[in-house]
């Protein structure tokens, strides 16, 4: 069920009552509570919000590497939980794509190996992927350290690659959870821009979790958690 | 500090786990191969002596040299009786062996033969263990007939219901002279013996001979074959070395005692090998929680804490792990090994045909001793040790720099 | 999934030190238990060789009633042997022998022994004996020694002769008549059987004959060399077939209690080995299952990317399956060099004995392996990797 709405572009995230319940000892902490929120493609999105108010749970739940408590998400009008496991591994291969703070990329693979794995796990053919990965390489500016390993590189050329990862497969849209977290002005801002450019030529849609006001600076639509619930939720024109 | 190191262990779970299972794995297999290897040359010794006879074979000197009817022994009753009272003593078994000729109405030849005079009660068990009867019914006490071997049977041509006429020379030069029917036939695994023997009660056999009390050889079976020394101690006394020859099982069967030796030998040489497999794997598991723990050390060696203070808590860490994992095995393998040391564990395969064909019950009881689970206790514990000085001379040698910038491997 | 392949192998050589030490734990099994399976087959082939080509050749014949009493009268008519033993193709040569129970004695004691009349050109064919006799020891009937007898060292010092040194012999004929002729020691043979030394001694057949008062042409015992040891079984039913009126031994049925002891051997090593491989396979699970676990926030993040579950545990699977290859074949390699060294030499297991000799069998061994038993360690060992490390991978990934 395509659901559209007055710009017609089509809702490709929504979540409904979404609730998220951990135990800590007797207490319980309510990390998302009855969150109701619906991304359109071609969002740059920010999720706001102190240390706690469950920016990372939200997402996680987004992007199916957690169960709800109650309530319900769909992608593309999927509800992703009602996915078997095996099921949601593949679905999440085909159209979610994740860069997380640290720990992106496999130690063991280079720079291009990285990028193609996931084509690889989708069963893309040789040239296909070659293609794809020289395209992306050419996109976020690393051509030249194609055939580095991770360690060899900075914390930022890291989190380009990981973008660059989780662009490869073509997904509906990609989740970054605190992406800048890690790195300096310049990097960050090099980031961004990246970002910024694939979400223009690409026509991706990313969603941030961030406290970085760099970030929110640069995002066209601010959501402020607080306590696991939405308090303000802008668009702005940049 | 003891508790410092107990407080550590709580703190990851898992890494003291794989430490106490690598111990326990040790210190298990260990403790079974052991009682297996003991079990094994205990039963194919008792096997082999259930067939020549058992553990202690008592003759008088003379008779050993001559194996003359002159020479036999005769022993008042009370002294075979206080002997079967003794500890670990399962079964007496005198005997009246003697060479006679015996003719029978189908041949005119005679034929010479040994005469067994066997206590039916006591040998009913040993001889049932390692034979059959194929015809026949097995001796009550005051049966006067015989019982011969398949073998023979077949040799002679004679029956169930046949009569054997025996003649002989008894003790101190009598004539013995008999009819015997034979009222069974038995199938035995040595041919040989098969088919040269003659079996008839004890008291038949003393009748016939005019032995009253006396025997050839007295044999003694014991239920354990480490406790064998301890039996002939207690009977030197009631047979002087002088008049009488105590032999046990190692001589008895002196030239198969190697047998048992070679496989002692290979299982001592497996178990060496065990040692280095376990031990390996429980330096692996030290190794690894070391190498984890590299930062953790930099990290306490850098604010101050003594090398040596910390090699302790580590020591003791380690140390109460490999007591619960050493306790651990010991605890569990003490019902399996007592379970099986009374009940035997079956054998199958063309080994275990060959021993049916000698009647012998392919089976295998375990090794129960105590000595044993304290003596593979001890030599796990003692590989323990020698692992645990890797983890201390790492952090004796740390350079703490390298420990602390080493974030992600 | 090539790139699957590609990660696990980088992930072996990364971490060099886990990988090295399961490689170790494999290499060690492996190792020990080949070279235990090379010892056992070492040893079971010299107590063979021991026994077949010094005491009783690999099949013996007598006449039925025969057996241990070594009744003289109890003889069988050479040529019908002859033909059946020429009939059966496995069959490569036979000594054909007379044997009875002898007195042997000196001015000072008497020694009772089996006495063997032989055909000498016949009998060095089917047992060693003969090589025995070193130069200094006399000859196996090859001097021109008047009624020579070869008798074992043993029974010399019992006897208190040497070479040349004249002995009574004293047997019954099969009329019963107790016949006393002199002999002269002729050579002096040892073998590693205390108890075969001790009973046996060898004169020539014609020295014999004419004391046992028996018809020409019969003999007692015929001992029948074969082919090799696997055609044995055949040739010893051949021969029942063709003499159903004599009895035909294997070399294991005339002492039937090696026969015991030798399934006691089997069941033994069997069980030793059993033991060692549940041991081994207890380790490498133990070990896979910890290294599984410390990598559970690797597997976490493989997950989050896009690796299923089935991706993960194959890439462990190819880890392992290939560090197993690698710890077998350093452990078969070390032990095809330790039979290589010892198969020249021998090991010499004088020290299990406490230097006790005589005991049926030489102390040196040679170990042996063969093929099938590479095959079925290298298949055993890596069934037993495979399956301890795909089950902690599926615990740990749920």
């Known amino acids: 069920m395509n659901e559209v709405i007055n710009n017609n572009r089509s809702i490709i995230v929504r979540t409904e009552n979404l609730c998220k319940l951990f135990l800590n000892g007797k207490s319980e902490i309510k990390a998302t509570d009855h969150v109701n929120l619906s991304i359109t493609s071609g969002e740059f999105t920010a999720v706001v919000g102190p240390s706690g108010s469950g920016k990372t749970t939200l997402l996680n739940l987004i992007g199916g590497l957690a169960t709800p408590s109650s309530g319900r998400v769909f992608v593309k009008g999927k509800d992703i939980n009602q996915l078997k496991e095996k099921e949601l591994v593949k679905f999440r291969l085909h159209n979610i794509g994740f860069v997380f703070q640290f720990l992106n990329l496999i130690p063991v693979l280079t720079v291009e190996e990285n990028i193609s794995f996931i084509m690889e796990l989708q069963g893309t053919n040789k040239e296909q992927r070659n293609r794809r990965t020289a395209e992306l390489l050419e996109l976020i500016g690393m051509k030249d350290r194609a055939r580095s390993r991770p360690y060899a590189l900075s914390g930022g050329q890291k989190q380009r690659v990981a973008v660059a990862r989780a662009l490869a497969s073509k997904p509906l849209f990609i989740l970054a959870d605190e992406p800048t977290a890690n790195l300096d002005t310049e990097a960050a801002e090099t980031l961004l821009n990246t970002m910024l450019l694939l979400n223009e030529k690409e026509k991706v849609t990313f969603l941030f979790s961030t406290h970085d006001p760099r970030v929110m600076n640069k995002a066209r639509r601010l959501i402020t958690l607080e306590d696991g619930r939405i308090t303000k939720d802008e668009t702005y024109v940049r | 500090m003891i508790k410092l190191a107990w407080l550590n262990l709580q703190r990851n779970p898992y890494r003291a786990m794989s430490i106490v299972s690598s111990v326990f794995i040790a210190a298990f297999f260990c403790i079974l191969f052991g009682s297996f290897k003991k079990g094994v040359l205990n039963s194919s010794a008792d096997s082999i002596l259930k067939i020549s006879g058992g553990h202690i074979e008592i003759r008088s000197k003379s008779y050993s040299q001559t194996r003359s009817i002159d020479d036999i022994m005769c022993i008042d009753s009370a002294i075979l009786d206080s002997i079967s009272i003794l500890p670990h003593v399962k079964r007496v078994l005198p005997t009246l062996r003697a060479y006679a000729l015996i003719s029978h109405s189908s041949s005119s030849s005679s034929r010479a033969v040994v005469l067994v005079g066997i206590d039916p009660e006591s040998e009913k068990d040993r001889i049932r263990m390692v034979s059959e009867m194929v015809e026949g019914e097995w001796f009550s006490e005051f049966d006067r007939g015989v019982i011969i071997g398949e073998n023979m049977r077949n040799l002679l041509n004679i029956g169930i219901g046949d009569t054997i006429a025996v003649m002989g020379v008894g003790y101190h030069g009598v004539s013995a002279v008999g009819l015997f029917p034979v009222q069974g036939v038995i199938g035995l695994p040595v041919a040989t013996v098969d088919i040269n023997s003659m079996f008839m009660t004890l008291s038949a056999a003393q009748e016939l001979f005019q032995a009253d009390d006396c025997y050839s050889e007295i044999y003694i079976m014991s239920d354990k074959l480490d406790k064998v020394e301890v039996i002939e101690s207690f009977i030197q006394s009631d047979f002087s070395s002088d008049e009488y020859e105590i032999r046990d099982w190692k001589l008895l069967i002196d030239e198969h005692l190697v047998y048992f030796r070679i496989t002692d030998a290979i299982g001592f040489i497996v178990m060496f090998f065990l040692y280095l497999l376990v031990g390996s794997n429980i330096l692996g598991a030290v190794i690894l929680m070391t190498k984890e723990r590299k930062l953790e050390f930099s990290v306490l060696v850098s604010i101050g804490m003594p090398r040596d203070k910390l090699s302790r808590t580590m020591f003791y860490e380690l140390i109460m792990v490999a007591f619960v994992g050493l306790i651990l095995a010991v605890i569990v393998s003490l019902p399996i090994v007592y379970y099986f040391s009374n009940n035997p564990i079956p054998l199958y395969g063309e080994a275990a045909e060959t021993l049916k064909k000698f009647f012998i019950y392919a089976e295998i009881y375990l090794s129960f001793d105590l000595s044993l689970f304290i003596e593979q206790f001890l030599i796990v514990f003692c590989i323990c040790l020698a692992v645990i000085a890797y983890p201390v001379i790492i952090i004796q040698r740390l350079k703490v720099d390298e420990g602390l910038s080493k974030r992600e491997s | 999934m090539k790139i699957i392949y590609k990660m696990a192998c980088r992930n072996i050589f990364r971490r060099k030190s886990r990988s090295s030490l399961l490689i170790i734990i494999i290499a060690t099994g492996v190792f020990a238990a080949s070279f235990v399976v090379a010892f056992i087959n070492g040893w079971a082939n010299s107590c063979f060789v021991e026994h077949i080509d010094m005491q009783t050749s690999y099949l013996q014949i007598h006449a039925n009633a025969f057996s241990d009493t070594n009744d003289v009268s109890e003889f069988m008519d050479k040529q019908t042997i002859k033909e059946a033993l020429d009939a059966v193709s496995e069959v490569s040569c036979a000594s054909y022998r007379l044997k ?274 590479f095959v079925h360690i290298f298949a055993l060992v890596s069934i037993i990797s495979m399956m301890a490390s795909i089950s902690p991978v599926k615990k740990v990934l749920k």
């Open chain 3, 100 to 373: 009875t129970n002898a007195l042997l004695s000196t001015a000072q004691t008497s020694v009772g022994l089996t006495l063997i009349g032989v055909d000498r050109d016949e009998e060095i064919k089917v047992s060693s004996i003969y090589s025995t006799i070193d130069s200094c020891h006399g000859t196996f009937f090859e001097s021109d020694i008047a009624r020579p007898i070869v008798i074992s060292q043993r029974s010399a010092d019992r006897l208190n002769v040497a070479l040349k040194s004249r002995i009574i012999i004293s047997m019954q004929s099969s009329s019963g008549e107790i016949q006393k002729v002199q002999f002269r020691v002729g050579g002096l043979f040892q073998t590693n059987s205390k108890r075969f030394d001790n009973v046996t001694a060898f004169v020539q057949n014609t020295d014999l004959m004419p004391y046992l008062d028996i018809p020409d042409g019969v003999v007692h015992e015929v001992a029948v060399a074969v082919n090799n040891l696997q055609e044995c079984n055949k040739a010893k039913q051949k021969l029942s077939r063709l003499l159903p009126e004599h009895d035909v031994k294997k070399w294991d049925e005339v002492y039937p209690l090696m026969q015991l002891l030798g399934a006691w051997q089997k069941i033994a090593n069997f069980l030793f080995l059993a033991l060692f491989f549940t041991a081994l396979a207890f380790s490498i699970a133990n070990f896979m299952l910890m290294s599984v676990l410390e990598r559970k926030g690797e597997f976490s993040m493989l997950k989050k990317v896009g690796m299923g579950g089935n991706h993960i545990t194959l890439m462990i699977v190819i880890e392992t399956l290939f560090v197993t290859l690698i710890g077998t074949m350093i452990g078969l390699i070390l032990c095809l060099i330790v039979v290589l060294i010892s198969s020249k030499s021998g090991i010499d297991i004088q020290f299990i004995f406490n230097n006790q000799a005589g005991y049926g069998f030489g102390t040196i061994i040679y170990p042996m392996i063969n093929k099938r038993d």
